[in-house]
T-cell receptor, first 113, second 117 residues
Framework: GENVEQHPSTLSVQEGDSAVIKCTYSDSASNYFPWYKQELGKRPQLIIDIRSNVGEKKDQRIAVTLNKTAKHFSLHITETQPEDSAVYFCAASIPGGSYIPTFGRGTSLIVHP | EPEVTQTPSHQVTQMGQEVILRCVPISNHLYFYWYRQILGQKVEFLVSFYNNEISEKSEIFDDQFSVERPDGSNFTLKIRSTKLEDSAMYFC???????????????FGQGTRLTVV
């Protein structure tokens, strides 16, 4: 099955700095890579996703890049704000009739004001 | 905006007792999932359900677990005889049918925190 590794486990930045979270996946058949943000005590919520036919996707301050050859993808957050503080999970999904993302272990992002 | 809802938000149960966690998926979704998240750890897939049967399940989903869609709106997870290590946040999720080669987003409920004492 798919295995997703995520680094770092914790990331501490100053407000205004950029944050980068990296993930690798094992199954080259994976073609959908969502990123979820989970605030303390709340549900995981999709913040951005990328499919394997593109290499980069951007939405305001967040962007995701995908390198299919190397089987890794990254989340980039620019101009971080304290409200960006949360746990971020990457995931990879193999195509098929059902959608079953395999999650990384999560990165706890702390943005200091 | 439609949401996946779960009840209860917190359940405390004694070891060995049965618990049923309830979920109401988004109404036009056809795939349903249960995930669990042990405190401080990653979100782990338990089971997916489609067309009134289990589509896939992980090694975590052993004979102690079962799922059911008792009516047109609810989706339940039953743990027959709870163990201390079942303590976790349990998330229900639902998604539309995957379109062609591209999979679709899963929407998560707010979770049920299960504490086994």
């Amino acid at each position: 099955g798919e295995n997703v590794e995520q680094h770092p486990s914790t990331l501490s930045v100053q407000e205004g700095d950029s944050a980068v979270i990296k993930c690798t996946y094992s199954d080259s058949a994976s073609n959908y890579f969502p990123w979820y943000k989970q605030e303390l005590g709340k549900r995981p919520q999709l913040i951005i996703d990328i499919r394997s036919n593109v290499g980069e996707k951007k939405d305001q301050r967040i962007a995701v890049t995908l390198n299919k050859t190397a089987k890794h993808f990254s989340l980039h957050i620019t101009e971080t704000q304290p409200e960006d503080s949360a746990v971020y999970f990457c995931a990879a999904s193999i195509p098929g009739g059902s959608y079953i993302p395999t999650f990384g272990r999560g990165t706890s992002l702390i943005v200091h004001p | 905006e439609p949401e996946v809802t779960q009840t209860p938000s917190h359940q405390v149960t004694q070891m060995g007792q049965e618990v049923i966690l309830r979920c109401v998926p988004i109404s036009n979704h056809l795939y349903f999932y249960w995930y669990r998240q042990i405190l401080g750890q990653k979100v782990e897939f338990l089971v997916s359900f489609y067309n009134n049967e289990i589509s896939e399940k992980s090694e975590i989903f052993d004979d102690q677990f079962s799922v059911e869609r008792p009516d047109g709106s609810n989706f339940t997870l039953k743990i027959r005889s709870t163990k201390l290590e079942d303590s976790a946040m349990y998330f229900c999720a639902s998604s539309e049918v995957g379109r062609g080669l591209w999979d679709t987003e899963a929407f998560f409920g707010q979770g049920t925190r299960l504490t086994v004492v």
